[in-house]
């Protein structure tokens, strides 16, 4: 199909997209679907936002959910028998890759994320070879690629196992397009700004098809982004199989370290504390007015856990109070603004530990 690099992102194919809370789905020209579920966070608007793009034999999009990230998650239901088109499409025609450039666009646009700032992905498999794609296409901040199949053409898993599902995708005639080979696509794209690439693979295999993977797939791909100056994070492990290494979180918390987004940061808690009551006050940013429609929520977090809350009311004060002294640990105060519409506004988080000064965040 095309040869050249892309510049241009979404084509809006299936009309304008507006994403709601939970499973929906985009319309292919010849009626399938491109099942996704979007789970916001709880302040969307400025929340980073984190793309799970599923691997083959997946039919449900993950549930995967954190109140600090929007979550958009998709599943490939098209190729051969419906196994996978690496989110890519079919015969060489790519109208997958057009329907799902069409709904990361749209959920970037929803959630005001900027992404070379807080866009990321997530994938194993021949979805990480989608996520290493789009994350080029976007600019993205980081991709985390577990066990990336990185080539699709001539390699021995091609030869293998993959042969029939490939060429269903890219058929031989047209191997030569940049698609085939995510090194020779990266290089391609070159002149944008290239994600932190987070890749992670097992360094024994048993099976047939996969006893050149590493060095074929992976270290193919490392090899080249240590040539060119990209930056990466490389995770191999003495485990066996070709299998997810690392839960959401646990990424989540990568991505946290190496590359940290820029969080929602739109509201101040202060905050008063004696040995039995902790009162804390919400003051609302400046740039925001109207401040009589506002309501005010607050709960109060212990070690993690929620202990106590004062619902929605338009005192933007309220006083903790506790039987003994202030618990030993750490505790948390999450403010919420919402409008009369109901819709939340700000967060705002204070945390206050009793060996340290309280701050913030």
């Known amino acids: 199909m095309h040869n050249d690099v892309y510049d241009v992102i979404g084509s809006g194919i299936g009309g304008k997209v507006s994403?709601?809370?939970?499973?929906?789905?985009?319309?292919?020209?010849?009626?399938?679907?491109?099942?996704?579920?979007?789970?916001?966070?709880?302040?969307?608007?400025g929340a980073p936002l984190l793309v799970i793009l599923n691997a083959r034999g997946s039919k449900i999009p993950s549930k995967f959910r954190n109140g600090d990230w929007n979550v958009l998650s998709l599943v490939d239901t098209f190729g051969l028998e419906g196994d996978t088109s690496a989110y890519l499409g079919e015969e060489g025609d790519f109208f997958v890759r057009e329907m799902v450039l069409s709904l990361i666009q749209t959920a970037i646009d929803q959630c005001e994320c900027d992404p070379k700032e807080n866009?990321?992905?997530?994938?194993?498999?021949?979805?990480?070879?989608?996520?290493?794609m789009y994350g080029i296409l976007f600019e993205a901040r980081g991709v985390y690629a577990n066990a990336p199949i990185i080539k699709l053409h001539d390699t021995t898993m091609y030869s293998e196992i993959y042969k029939n599902r490939v060429d269903f995708t890219i058929p031989p005639q047209k191997k030569?397009?940049?698609e085939n080979d995510l090194v020779v696509f990266m290089k391609a794209n070159r002149h944008k700004k290239l994600p932190t690439f987070f890749v992670c693979d097992n360094i024994h295999q048993?099976?047939?098809?996969?006893?050149?993977?590493?060095?074929?797939?992976?270290?193919?791909f490392v090899n080249a982004c240590l040539e060119e100056g990209v930056d990466i994070h490389l995770e191999l492990l003495?485990?066996?199989?070709?299998?997810?290494?690392?839960?959401?979180?646990?990424?989540?918390d990568l991505f946290i370290k190496y590359t940290p987004p820029k969080f929602v940061q739109l509201t101040t808690i202060d905050a008063v504390c004696n040995d039995r009551s902790l009162k804390v006050h919400c003051i609302l940013g400046q740039d925001y007015l109207g401040t009589e429609d506002v309501q005010y929520?607050?709960?109060?977090?212990?070690?993690?856990?929620?202990?106590?809350?004062?619902g929605y009311e338009s005192d933007p004060t309220t006083v903790f109070t506790f039987e003994d002294e202030l618990p030993r640990g750490n505790l948390e105060?999450?403010?919420?603004?919402?409008d009369k519409s109901g819709t939340t506004l700000r967060k705002g988080i204070f945390v206050f530990d009793a060996n340290a000064d309280h701050k913030n965040r």
């Open 19 to 45: 994403l709601q809370n939970g499973i929906d789905y985009m319309e292919a020209k010849d009626g399938r679907k491109l099942t996704y579920r979007f789970t916001p966070a709880e302040v969307s608007k």
């Open 333 to 338: 105060v999450i403010g919420f603004i919402r």
């Open 297 to 310: 929520a607050f709960y109060l977090m212990h070690n993690g856990q929620r202990v106590q809350l004062r």
């Open 206 to 220: 048993k099976e047939p098809w996969l006893q050149n993977f590493l060095q074929e797939q992976t270290m193919y």
């Open 176 to 178: 030569d397009v940049i």
């Open 238 to 252: 003495p485990g066996e199989g070709h299998i997810i290494n690392h839960s959401m979180k646990e990424v989540v």
């Open 119 to 132: 866009l990321f992905f997530y994938a194993s498999s021949i979805g990480a070879y989608a996520a290493i």
